[in-house]
């Protein structure tokens, strides 16, 4: 009994530890995300957090390094290529040729997202339910990474914060009302 108290204290320091070291790197994080100058407008996007924010820049790098979103997507490896093999021709998947650090992050990026961000879940229905080429529910996740993507480039190219009127663009909302 009392070795088993024994283990029971040293347990519960231990998570005290690692709750106090988690809240270290957290606070951290959020100051040097502050120090870039993409805090306000990364944040400003619903569905977005710190340790998100943090781990996109961390990944990326500066964005505004690259001519347009495309090309992150790209270096994160969502360009589609034909998947065929022979004489076989599937159709088209995510290349997967980038870092795939970034890709799962979005990927969770995405999820959340989709949670929290009207907009953003409006475009999952929609990708999900359309009578033409409905995609499944991974698939609109991994459409939804890209858009929060070319959501991002353009809040810091713009150096505007986040608008959810202005996020699914025109043609989209006239292609979801109808």
């Known amino acids: 009994m009392e070795s088993a108290r024994l283990r029971l204290r040293l347990l519960v320091d231990e998570l005290e530890m ?17 120090t870039t100058g993409y805090a ?25 390094r690259f001519q347009n979103a495309r090309q992150i997507a790209n270096y994160a ?10 004489k076989n021709k599937s159709g088209t998947c995510i290349s997967k040729r980038g870092r795939s ?15 929290k961000n009207l907009e953003m879940r409006a475009l999952q229905n929609y990708m ?12 609109s996740l991994v459409m939804i990474s890209k858009k929060i993507i070319t959501v991002i480039y353009s809040l810091l190219k713009k150096q505007m914060t986040y608008n959810p009127s202005l996020a699914l663009g025109t043609v989209r909302r006239e292609m979801m009302a109808a």
């Open 77 to 86: 490896g969502y360009n589609l290529v034909e998947d065929s093999s022979g």
């Open 128 to 139: 999900t339910s359309r009578a033409k080429n409905p995609l499944k529910k991974k698939q």
């Open 40 to 64: 306000e407008q990364i944040l400003s996007i619903k569905g977005i957090g710190i340790v998100t924010a943090s781990g996109f820049l961390g990944e990326v790098g500066d964005p505004l």
């Open 101 to 115: 650090q970034l890709r799962a992050l979005l990927y969770r990026m995405a999820y959340t997202a989709v949670s």
């Open 18 to 34: 690692s709750e106090k070291h988690i809240s270290e790197v957290e606070s951290s994080m959020e100051r040097m995300l502050y």
